[in-house]
């Protein structure tokens, strides 16, 4: 068995309200069929949304939803791992108050906050992300990082890592083991203990400073890429 972890936003896809290219989805689930992979997908996105990927690609494995914070497996139907909410209840009340209806958040989330900040006076998610960084500063449970796309709040010590370290421990395994995919800010903590790591062309220069191997290619087709290259090799 091949054990692989990836990114879904910017690997799989081009991001939020993006179309899916299906096509390459049909290639991606061969290669997993016919090499034997355990596929991981580690997102900062609710269960909701990986549920939908995973039946695109007949997968019945486990997935790490919304940065590590809870893990879903789909054979069980349930939650193997979750955090407590009430720190980010609280976080969110907080940011309503401060920003009102600035502040958009990502739907159908339980165990972390994933949002944007609508204002003129923010040039870009930069900007965002010190905003809501100084407001919860003196949260000492929470940590908010940002991706390409979303500033994240989620109880601190919690990453996809982490997750995937529970997953390790569950089945005997170990993060070693795995080859890594992933494409921005939120993917170096298990990129950098996956035996193999990858990333597609749109990634962070941060992710390409420290992946094996970047593709040529964005998104999906990069991942097919640099799949079939491992595997060959």
């Avoid at 500063?137 to 990453?159: C, F, R, W």
């Avoid at 795995?178 to 992710?207: E, R």
Wanted: proline share 3%.
């Amino acid at each position: 068995m091949v054990k692989v972890i990836t990114d879904v936003d910017g690997c799989l896809s081009a991001g939020r309200f993006a179309s899916f290219n299906l096509d390459t989805f049909q290639r991606l689930q061969k290669i997993v069929e016919q090499n034997d992979i355990h596929l991981v997908l580690a997102s900062g996105r609710a269960q909701g949304y990986l549920e939908c990927i995973s039946q695109i690609l007949n997968l019945n494995t486990p997935y790490i939803c919304e940065n590590g914070a809870a893990i879903f497996d789909p054979h069980l139907n349930k939650y193997i791992y979750n955090t407590e909410s009430a720190l980010i209840e609280q976080a969110s009340n907080r940011i309503v108050d401060k920003f009102k209806k600035a502040a958009v958040f990502e739907p159908n989330k339980q165990f972390t906050l994933s949002l944007r900040l609508v204002n003129d006076r923010f040039a870009d998610i930069k900007e965002e992300f010190t905003a809501i960084n100084e407001l919860l500063s003196d949260v000492e449970e929470l940590d908010v990082t940002h991706s390409n796309s979303a500033i994240d709040i989620l109880p601190k010590s919690h990453s996809k890592l982490s997750a995937l370290e529970i997953l390790c421990a569950q089945n005997n395994w170990s993060p070693e083991e795995f080859i890594g995919f992933g494409d921005s800010k939120n993917d170096l903590d298990f990129l950098s203990v996956c035996k193999v790591a990858g990333a597609p062309a749109n990634c962070t220069p941060q992710v390409a400073n420290l992946v094996d191997h970047v593709s040529q290619y964005d998104n999906i087709e990069g991942l097919v890429e640099f799949l079939n290259s491992t595997l060959a090799s």
